[in-house]
């Protein structure tokens, strides 16, 4: 018994396939942004590490010179006599500190402990002089008022501020034309490494019923090529057991026809009897089984006949008459309405044997066709009114040798090579063929091919 998923769960997973979706989906694309980001993050914390570095060591370069500077300024002003003092006040002005004569510190005590001990250096260094005050202001932002007693008696008001350390302005730009650089570095090494993929999965790609496919360059660094090598030895030893089995099957079909016709003779020969008559029967399925074994080794040798360009309203309704004249009608539904690139006998064998199929089980038969709206392709469809196919075996019949009827009668289960002829030529061709059960009963064996060159023809 099943448990309910929680609510938590429940709007946990929207957000999960939204995730999904927002990853790429090619390795290449995952392992660039991979490493992209990754080179981001280490510099953001390169930079952050080192701009507190440069504040670490702003803070004792200030503690260590400032208040030794401030101090030696209060001096001055101390042994000058008071007349003299304003004048002085000018000169002895920095960009982070400046005095006032007379007067009381404004402000609170330090909040911040960088403050507070930035305080206590210059308050260390202008000893022995009294301290009287010490005022956090808010302008400018980070300043301190110090209140000094002279030996005299007067006041001196020293103001003191931190200074961050300037930073360049180019800095930032400087850093992102280093991470553009190291982000094509990395896009150059991730194409470097996963070409090679995408070079094995379109070889792969294109391998044929015949398994015949162009090999692939050993050229390259040492785990390509071995991999490259790897692969093209794989491809011909396929390659050359399917040769073999292809052989062997078409040479036994090939051989069986002599016997078979011997024995039809033999037959011609004998009385006229029921026995002779269940003879023919059977030499006739056998022959039939041997001219569709015949056909089904030659359809595994790949695509011999070169494509052309048809009419393929034309092609359809010729096999159609020919029908009619042999007293099978077939509906025609649709046209083409332009003329196609394709394998003309391939794309007649496969009609031809999907409407032997549609009439061997069905009264009304019909062939639709249907450009498809996109993609440069054309649909056609065979359609019946039979008994259809049970929906856990529609991928099964299109297999040699498979028949649904559990009698396994040749008379109206056939070869069960029909529509494996059909298949392995819609492969050959690069076309699809699916079968499907009609909502209203009967079966639909749809042919999806493309109207242009593919590539490599």
């Given amino acids: 018994m099943s448990t309910p998923a929680s609510p938590a769960a429940s709007q946990a997973a929207p957000v999960r396939r ?15 942004l991979i490493i992209v980001v990754g080179l981001a993050i280490a510099q953001a914390l390169t930079f952050g590490a080192i701009n507190y570095e440069r504040g670490l060591a702003m803070r004792e370069l200030m503690m260590i010179g400032i208040e030794r500077d401030i101090a030696s300024s209060v001096a001055l002003l101390d042994r000058l006599p008071a007349g003299e003092r304003a004048d002085w006040l000018a000169r002895l002005e920095r960009r982070n500190y400046h005095f006032t004569l007379g007067g009381e510190a404004g402000g609170n005590a330090p909040a911040s402990a960088s403050l507070r001990q930035f305080g206590e250096a210059i308050m260390d260094a202008m000893r022995p002089f009294e301290i009287v005050k010490i005022g956090e202001v808010g302008h400018p932002a980070g300043g301190l008022e110090i209140q000094v007693r002279l030996h005299d008696g007067s006041a001196l008001i020293v103001h003191a501020r931190r200074v961050d350390m ?231 019949v299109l297999k040699p040798f498979y028949r649904v009827e559990s009698s396994r009668n040749r008379d109206t289960g056939g070869t069960g090579l029909g529509l494996a002829i059909a298949q392995q030529l819609a492969t050959a061709m690069g076309a699809q063929l699916r079968l499907a059960n009609r909502p209203e009963g009967g079966l639909e064996a749809s042919l999806l091919l493309g109207t242009r060159p593919a590539p490599g023809d």
């Fill in 18 to 32: 939204g995730l999904r979706r927002l990853v790429p989906r090619s390795l290449f694309a995952r392992v660039t």
């Fill in 166 to 396: 300037p930073m360049s302005p180019w800095l930032m730009w400087g850093m992102a034309v280093q991470l553009l650089v190291l982000a094509l570095c990395a896009w150059a090494a991730v194409r470097l490494v996963t070409r090679p993929l995408a070079q094995l999965a379109s070889a792969a790609d294109e391998l044929g019923p015949d398994l015949k496919g162009r090999p692939l360059d050993e050229h390259g660094p040492s785990e390509v090529a071995h991999a490259a090598r790897a692969f093209n030895a794989m491809q011909q030893r396929i390659s050359g057991y399917m040769s073999e089995r292809v052989e062997i099957l078409a040479a036994i079909s090939h051989d069986l026809q002599t016997p078979i016709t011997r024995m039809r003779l033999r037959t011609e020969l004998m009385d006229a009897t029921p026995d002779r008559d269940k003879f023919r029967q059977d030499l006739d399925a056998m022959k039939s089984l041997v001219r569709e074994g015949v056909t089904y080794a030659r359809t595994l040798h790949g695509a011999t006949e070169p494509p052309l360009r048809v009419d393929a309203d034309a092609l359809v309704q010729s096999m159609l008459a020919d029908y009619e004249d042999a007293g099978q009608p077939v509906r025609l539904e649709g046209r083409a309405g332009a003329p196609i690139v394709t394998r003309p006998n391939a794309l007649r064998r496969i009609l031809a044997n999907l409407i032997d199929n549609a009439l061997k089980f069905g009264t009304e038969v019909s062939v639709r066709v249907q450009p498809e709206a996109a993609g440069g392709q054309l649909r056609i469809a065979v359609v019946d009114n039979g008994p259809g196919i049970p929906a856990d075996e529609l991928d099964a």
